[in-house]
């Protein structure tokens, strides 16, 4: 953007806020009287003349306010490139939000040939030939994306990503390549979350796989009240004499082992002594000498037979003195029992091992076979955890890590288990790599192969790998082919994995998935986390239904029917509502619910936690569902509990009206203001209200090209007949799907997606499929860089 220096893109908007603000009466016009047509403008003649009668004071090589210099723009720009600014221009003269009423205005005509010279311009990109797909920043596996892969790879349960950081977001999301960086500290992290997995998923030793029974922790009853209880997650104390049993099924007769790790506060002539009982028999009592700093663990094998036992741990001899001649005759005896596991059958064949083992290791090699079945094992799994067949080479590496783990006399299967450790730890596992071939011309579009259109399928409606028939697939190359596309793409919608979409997705782009709002306890004593809870759950069963039932997305702003469980219909006044379960409920026109923008998590989420905030709740409507986000406030601006002339003995609207007459404020909020107050019937945790505290509720506002509305109903109606929501919804699922901001040529990939949509009664499945269907989802712009 020649001369131009914009520190974020919130600054177009306000760079053009700033650009019409300060006009002065006194100039005179120094251009010719602008042509009829739009094509007879020309920008040197008569629009750069346009802008230095109302915009050079404050944005010109003088004075750059909010970084914007428009005397630059010596010649027409290329407008298409610079979409967002010069859009923001053309939606302030057409609404006439500038220039300010209260400033001189440039004649009806005038406003709007440059209007339509701002649309001649934006709309010069031709989209009828080859457009460019862009190209996605080699990214990083995101925490979701890891924990589902390792999931699917592995079958392992374990949160591998429980204790990597939150992921930093771009654009709205948290799966954006450009900041998705890999530092050492978070490759420490992932090395120490590879132990762990690949420790769950592969039994090295054989013992390993026999069943324990747990006989200390919860697994514990006390059977002598408090004389016997519980301490922490395993240990338990016997403070007097008494009994503690743990009942368990045995599967088989057999031999078992008791092992007791145990330790006592040793006082008077004898140590605590601890019985071992079985279905009420005494087999075992041992003198626990051991002591809290060194604790120990006391073993004996027997045989048991099968069905269910009673294992009792007693405590036999109490002991507490204080007034005896000899100081070592003193104390207070006690017994504790650390942790204790009945393991066994010991003379048994061992259970097979868990699934995640078999995945890998399906069975035992051969003798002389390891090295060439660890190759096997290791090339299959490579593959699928790099998402695409890998070479000899790598095979190879992999290969001699098992073998050298052999040769220092591991087993064969912590062999394959350093081999899988080293191929979670790659950077062709940590980061989702699309190779351009090396005969490709820089610059130049590619169409993905299979693999990778499988890898773009998945992690956008999954969150995760392919499976194997993607796989499948793509080895076929049969991905591409219009029927198997979309018929894949129906399939993976309705797999349970898909809630991938609603939580990554619908969760980021509405706000709801980090909903953590805290109102104010006092005046909201009925909101807690049960409540807290059942709104973000709402919110999620609305969009999964749209998704899963194949529905018109402008349902997404107004539907006759949510999503509630007795807790939510109480909070909402709904009648008939029984239990903690989620059910589907019709809404009449009354209760003004329909849709996400009246369902309590979004009126939470956009409310201050003493009160609501028309603001935030405009701010959030432009953003997320319109796609025009306010610029930040200026700074020295203040807030409205700040400001000063604000009566606050009056009503907040009042008040907020009052804020909105400094000038530096006014052209934001006249735009973000009157759609928040069309929602002040709901209070700051979303329930309704009939006033404000002692004031009137006034849910009436103005759009900026003049449509009136009074409350919600009629602003959602007049939103459903505004197409940047389904421009906005489109291209915000287009950013997820790819993993990159939209540019300038990817209007050509909106304008289809949108035009699909239409097509199909704004279904859904549309949406999905115009946006895998793109030329930027199933192509990519190769590096210039091949070095």
Request: with cysteine.
């Amino acid at each position: 953007m020649p001369g131009m220096l914009l520190r974020s893109s919130y600054h177009y908007v306000w760079a053009v806020s700033l650009t019409f603000w300060v006009l002065s009466s006194s100039m005179t016009r120094a251009s010719d009287p602008l042509p009829a047509t739009v094509e007879a403008v020309d920008y040197a003649k008569h629009v750069r003349p346009f802008f230095a009668e109302y915009c050079f004071e404050c944005h010109s090589d003088a004075k750059q306010k909010a970084d914007v210099n428009l005397e630059t723009y010596s010649s027409a720009p290329e407008m298409y490139q610079q979409r967002r600014f010069w859009s923001a221009v053309r939606d302030m003269l057409e609404n006439r939000e500038m220039p300010p009423s209260k400033k001189v205005q440039p004649s009806e005509a005038d406003r709007k040939m440059i209007v339509r010279f701002v649309d001649h311009g934006l709309e010069k990109f031709n989209c009828d030939g080859e457009t460019d797909p862009g190209r996605v920043t080699i990214r990083r596996l995101n925490r979701s994306e890891y924990r589902n892969t390792l999931r699917d790879l592995l079958g392992v349960t374990v949160d591998a990503a429980a204790e990597l950081p939150l992921d930093e977001v771009g654009y709205g999301f948290d799966n954006i390549g450009d900041v998705l960086s890999l530092s050492p500290m978070l490759f420490e992290k992932y090395l120490g979350a590879t132990g762990r997995v690949v420790a769950e998923a592969i039994v090295t030793d054989e013992t390993e796989l026999i069943p324990r029974f747990p006989l200390s922790g919860p697994a514990l009853k006390s059977l002598s009240g408090e004389n016997v209880r519980q301490e922490d997650e395993q240990l338990w104390g016997f403070w007097r004499e008494g009994e503690a049993v743990a009942e368990h099924n045995l599967p088989i007769r057999g031999e078992y082992e008791f092992r007791i790790e145990a330790y006592g506060d040793q006082a008077g002539p004898e140590a605590p002594k601890l019985s071992v009982r079985v279905d009420g028999t005494e087999v075992r009592v041992f003198d626990v000498a051991a002591k809290e700093n060194n604790p120990e663990t006391y073993r004996f094998k027997m045989a048991l037979d099968k069905g269910s036992r009673k294992l009792t741990f007693a405590y036999l001899n109490n002991y507490n003195s204080s007034g005896n001649a000899n100081p070592l005759l003193n104390g207070d005896r006690n017994l504790f029992v650390k942790s204790a596991e009945l393991v066994g059958p010991l003379d048994g064949p061992p259970p097979p091992p868990p699934l995640s083992h078999q995945r890998i290791i399906p069975r035992k090699p051969a003798p002389g076979e390891e090295a060439a079945f660890s190759r096997e094992l290791l090339a299959r799994f490579a593959t699928r955890a790099f998402r695409r067949p890998v070479s000899a080479d790598v095979t190879e590496r992999l290969g001699r890590l098992a073998d050298m783990a052999r040769a220092d006399g591991h087993s064969f299967e912590s062999g394959i288990q350093i081999g899988v450790a080293a191929t979670l730890v790659s950077p062709q596992f940590l980061f989702r790599w699309e190779l351009d071939p090396g005969e490709s011309e820089p610059g130049e579009p590619r169409v993905l192969d299979g693999y990778e259109l499988a890898s773009r399928l998945s992690y956008f409606l999954w969150s995760s790998m392919p499976d194997e028939e993607l796989f499948q697939l793509a080895a076929e190359n049969r991905l591409h082919k219009p029927a198997v596309l979309e018929a894949q793409v129906r399939r993976m919608m309705r797999d349970p994995k898909a809630s991938a979409l609603v939580e990554n997705f619908a969760g980021q782009w509405l706000q709801v998935r980090n909903f953590e709002s805290t109102p104010d306890p006092e005046r909201f004593p009925t909101f807690d986390e049960e409540l807290r809870r059942a709104m973000k759950s709402e919110t999620k069963h609305f969009f999964e239904s749209i998704m899963s039932e194949d529905r018109n997305i402008l349902e997404f702003l107004d539907a006759d029917y949510t999503f509630v469980n007795e807790r939510l219909a109480r909070h909402y006044g709904i009648s008939g509502v029984q239990g903690e379960e989620f059910r589907r409920v019709s809404l009449t026109p009354e209760l003004q619910r329909g849709g996400i923008l009246g369902q309590a998590s979004i009126l939470t989420l956009t409310s201050n936690p003493g009160r609501t905030s028309p603001v935030s709740r405009g701010k959030w409507i432009l953003e997320q569902l319109l796609g025009a986000p306010p610029p930040p406030p200026p700074p020295g601006v203040p807030l409205l509990e700040e400001g000063k002339g604000v009566d606050f003995a009056a009503s907040l609207r009042k008040r907020t009206e009052q804020h909105r007459e400094n000038p530096d404020c006014a052209t934001c909020h006249d735009k973000m203001d009157p759609l928040g107050f069309a929602f002040e019937r709901f209070d700051a945790i979303g329930a309704w209200r009939e006033k404000d505290g002692e004031f009137d509720i006034d849910p009436s506002g103005r759009m900026p090209d003049g449509r009136r509305f009074d409350g919600p109903g009629e602003l959602k109606a007049i939103l459903k007949g505004d197409d940047r929501f389904v421009r906005t919804l489109s291209g915000k699922l287009l950013t997820y799907a790819l993993g990159r901001g939209l540019e300038y040529y990817d209007k050509c990939a909106v304008d289809a997606i949108v035009e699909q949509l239409k097509q199909n009664d704004n279904r859904f499945s549309a949406l999905v499929l115009g946006v895998i269907n793109s030329r930027p989802f199933q192509m990519r712009t190769t590096s210039r860089d091949q070095s």
